[in-house]
């Protein structure tokens, strides 16, 4: 089988999540490739508009929930602004799922503690809905850095999860950078759970058992730094601290070159190797974070 | 490894036999440079050459090609390779092609490299280094496997290394070409193999070396040398195991579009950059330290990522020698 040629996949939906990212949620059109799709949170596809090019992009749906599977686009250049045209009922190809993902099973039992910042709540949004789909984990946190309410993705389900998340041994916190009603409105009925500042002030006042707490952590480049600096903090051993992590991408299985990271005593590819790191990782691997 | 012996009479014969085997390739003179070129008489081959521009690689892992074609709205395939037949690599060659396998034979493979690899006779042929060479620190002067058949030159013709079964059966069906290997023409092997590792002018020392390029992370010597280089990626190109590749899809007309690669260099400016405009390594300093970081990288079970060619040195506009400047670094550390 040519690893390059893709799968025709139909989008069934989209949604607007925000003015920039929307919400596609698709299905393989031939049964037996759908019936094999399968794959872990953290993992991604690379999506493919013939006669125009492939880009990598995460999954954020759960595996838990077959049929369908979704991802979560961001409009920022020449073939995302071609993606967002597309409609309901419209085919693009689709080959993966690419990269290791997060290690769900070894993590059963324990807490997970998942930190976004912006669009990094994309691949998370699976490790989420897994752990609350499955009822594997102990307890499950999520905080999640946005720059505005309006920026905010998937925000039904956040505001669902800030309500009854205890139900679902599920804790949501959130913080916002830029102030506006809608905001105040949510940090006055959640006030325990929702501030103005950025995803590390969510840490304040946090205990956790760190003999029994993973973490997760996916955002911009710069926030890695801060977040495992507070996680290191609190004792958590670097090899709890897992971080996905986004590299240019065009081959996706380890031969174009583009996604390679190190010196001469590691090289790693994120495409492969990742791209999902443990600390260790970041420590040992120049150039990683 | 079993050993015969091709005596100059009879080469031209030999050559004659291989065009069973494929479209015949090898070293002819263009100008000032060497290059692997289609050939069809022995005369046209320059056997004694030092090395040529591009690297065989291009026979496998195309400067520009399509991989994918669109027709009809979906994409077509054409992975088929015509056989072909490599003639007079050497060592140093054999083992890029090698670390060329370890990425694109890794699974899942990359079909096209794969069925040219497949489909392609290699034969090798011995050499002496020139100033550029420095093969022989890396351990890839000579070739254990990797090849078919490999010619060693003698003052009356060549010992022959078979090295593969379709080796075996060139020699087998060719059978009246070949003779046995004298103790003469072994003691002229071992005096050519002596002459030729006393040859080598440039040396990089081994020991440590990974560990003490990493430890130098911030040595001021990547920044004097980043300064002089030009950024053209030469270098890259010219490197047989240099292998990024960059992807592009283009109409042919309004039903036919093709998805094609094209090499990459890490030298260009948007090797590292990811869409919003972050790049990862947005300096020439960067890329420069990148690139060293990405040839030095030693993999305890294929060796360093260089074979020693001394490509790169020879074609670098900016004369920049890359057993220098990894010395410099490494004697920077204090
Ligand atoms: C593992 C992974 C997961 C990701 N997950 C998500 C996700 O869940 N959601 C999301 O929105 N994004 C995600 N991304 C980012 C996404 O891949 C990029 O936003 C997307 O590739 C942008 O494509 P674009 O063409 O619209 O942007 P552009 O900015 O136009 O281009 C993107 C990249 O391609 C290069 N490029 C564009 N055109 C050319 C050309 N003609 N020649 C050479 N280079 C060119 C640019 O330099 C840039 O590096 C992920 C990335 C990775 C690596
Ligand atoms: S880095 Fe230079 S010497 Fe080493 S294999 Fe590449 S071109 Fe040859
Ligand atoms: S060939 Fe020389 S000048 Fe050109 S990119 Fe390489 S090191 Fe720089
Ligand atoms: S994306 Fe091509 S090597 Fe990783």
């Known amino acids: 089988m040519n690893p390059y040629q893709t799968y025709d996949a139909r989008i069934l939906e989209v949604k607007d999540l925000t003015s920039r990212e929307k919400l596609f949620t698709l299905r393989f059109l031939d049964p037996e490739v759908e019936a094999k799709f399968d794959f872990r949170p953290g993992q991604f596809v690379i999506v493919d508009i013939r006669g125009f090019g492939e880009f990598p992009i995460s999954i954020c749906s759960s595996p838990t929930r077959r049929g369908y599977f979704q991802l979560c686009i961001r409009k920022v250049g020449r073939m995302t602004k071609f993606v967002h045209k597309m409609k309901e009922g419209d085919v693009v190809g689709i080959r993966g799922p690419y990269g290791n993902g997060f290690p769900m099973e070894k993590m059963e039992g324990s807490n997970l503690i998942l930190v976004a910042g912006g669009l990094g709540m994309a691949p998370l949004r699976s490790v989420l809905w897994y752990a609350i789909d499955t009822g594997k984990y102990e307890n499950v946190w999520l905080l999640y850095g946005t720059k505005a309410y309006e920026d905010i993705l998937f925000r039904d389900e956040i505001i669902h999860l800030l309500k009854h998340g205890e139900a679902m041994n599920c804790s949501v916190k959130l913080a916002y950078e830029v102030e506006s009603p809608s905001c105040i409105y949510l940090e006055r009925g959640f006030s325990d759970r929702v501030c103005k500042g950025v995803v590390t002030d969510l840490f304040r006042g946090e205990e956790f058992d760190v003999e029994n707490t993973y973490a997760l952590i996916c955002g911009p480049p710069v926030m890695y730094k801060f977040v495992i600096r507070e996680l290191l903090d609190r004792k958590l051993s670097p090899g709890r601290i897992y971080m996905t992590l986004e590299r240019r991408m065009r081959c996706g299985i380890g031969k174009c070159g583009h996604c390679i990271v190190g010196t001469s005593t590691s090289i790693k590819y994120v495409c492969k190797d990742g791209p999902v790191f443990t600390y260790w990782d970041a420590l040992s691997t120049r150039g990683l974070i | ?334």
């Not at chain 2, 440079?33 to 892992?61: C, W």
């Not at chain 2, 440590?208 to 001021?220: C, E, I, T, V």
């Not at chain 2, 400016?269 to 300096?283: C, K």
């Open chain 2, 1 to 334: 490894m079993r050993y015969i012996k091709l005596s100059s009479k009879n080469f031209g014969r030999f050559f004659k036999s291989l065009e069973a085997w494929g479209t015949l390739y090898a070293p002819v003179k263009r100008g000032c440079i060497y290059s692997f070129q289609e050939v069809h008489d022995p005369g046209e081959m320059a056997l004694d050459y030092n090395r040529t521009m591009l690297p065989p690689k291009k026979f496998f892992f195309r400067p520009k090609e399509a991989i994918l074609r669109l027709k009809n709205g979906r994409w077509e395939e054409e992975v088929e390779a015509e056989p072909m037949v490599l003639f007079g690599l050497h060592p140093c060659d054999i083992h890029g092609l090698k670390i060329l396998d370890k990425v694109y034979l890794d699974e899942p493979a990359d079909p096209y490299y794969k069925s040219r690899r497949e489909k392609t006779l290699i034969i090798g042929i011995s050499c002496m280094p020139d100033e550029y060479c420095f093969c022989k620190s890396l351990g890839t002067h000579f070739a254990m496997d990797g090849f078919d058949l490999f010619l060693h030159e003698l003052p009356d013709g060549w010992l022959v290394r078979i090295g593969s079964v379709r080796g075996h059966e060139i020699a087998w069906e060719n059978g009246e070409l070949f003779e046995e290997v004298t103790d003469e023409d072994l003691a002229n092997f071992k005096e050519f193999e002596e002459k030729r590792s006393k040859a080598f002018q440039k040396e990089l020392p081994q020991e440590g070396l990974a560990d003490m390029l990493d430890l130098a992370y911030n040595s001021p010597v990547w920044k004097k040398y980043a300064e002089i280089c030009l950024a053209c990626g030469n270098c890259n190109m010219v490197c047989p195991t240099c292998r990024c590749y960059e992807v592009c899809d283009r109409w042919v007309d309004a039903y036919k579009a093709v998805r094609e690669r094209r090499y990459d260099s890490c030298f260009m400016e948007n090797h590292g950059l990811v869409a919003g405009g972050h790049n990862f390594r947005p300096t020439r300093l960067d890329r420069f330290r990148h690139r060293y970081y990405c040839k030095s990288y030693f993999d305890p079970s294929a060796g360093y990522n260089c074979v020693g060619c001394g490509r790169c040195d020879e074609f670098c506009p900016a004369k920049i020698e890359h057993v220098k400047v990894l010395e410099e670094v490494r004697g920077s550390l204090q």
